[in-house]
């Protein structure tokens, strides 16, 4: 029974640890799917008003070298917007670098919140949504 018992908990540490494996490779902190590597700031990141965001996102993120980003209070409530500019050519399927410079209003109430980086959506067709969010907090 004893032996069962070790072999049972040994198994289970073996695919817990594979499987946590498997997520940090298929989920780097600062990276959404394999298609937004977020630069700066990072998760957890101290920000003040205004603030760089940079990156890379595949070239399919964008429309007409852009997509928007926002910042919003821990009630989700948008204190800030701007749109990322690419800063190479956009038509691709490769990363391409971003660049935004957003400024913002700092909630009263709580110092968190996050910057949502918006795939551009041109058709407004909701199958092709999607966003990238990064929790933050203000100085």
Same mark, same amino acid.
């Given at each position: ?62 429309? %007409?070298?852009? !997509?928007?980003?926002?910042? +919003?209070?821990?009630? /989700?409530? @948008? $204190? ?20 935004? %410079?957003?400024? !913002?209003?700092?909630?009263? +109430?709580?110092?968190? /919140?996050? @910057? $949502? ?23």
């Amino acid at each position: 029974m004893r032996k069962l018992f070790i072999t049972v908990l040994i198994l289970v540490i073996l695919v817990g640890g594979f499987w946590l494996w498997q997520n940090y490779q298929n989920n780097k902190p600062g990276q959404y799917k394999d298609l937004v590597t977020l630069i700066s700031p990072t998760a957890g990141e101290y920000i003040s008003s205004p603030v760089v965001v940079e990156g890379k996102a595949r070239g399919t993120w964008f429309f %007409e070298a852009s !997509f928007p980003i926002v910042i +919003v209070d821990w009630d /989700g409530l @948008i $204190i800030g917007q701007g749109i990322a500019q690419a800063q190479s050519d956009w038509m691709t399927t490769d990363y391409v670098p971003f660049r935004a %410079e957003i400024t !913002f209003i700092k909630s009263a +109430v709580k110092n968190n /919140g996050w @910057i $949502i980086l918006r795939k551009d959506n041109p058709s407004g067709l909701s199958q092709n949504d999607d966003a990238f969010e990064v929790p933050i907090l203000f100085r």
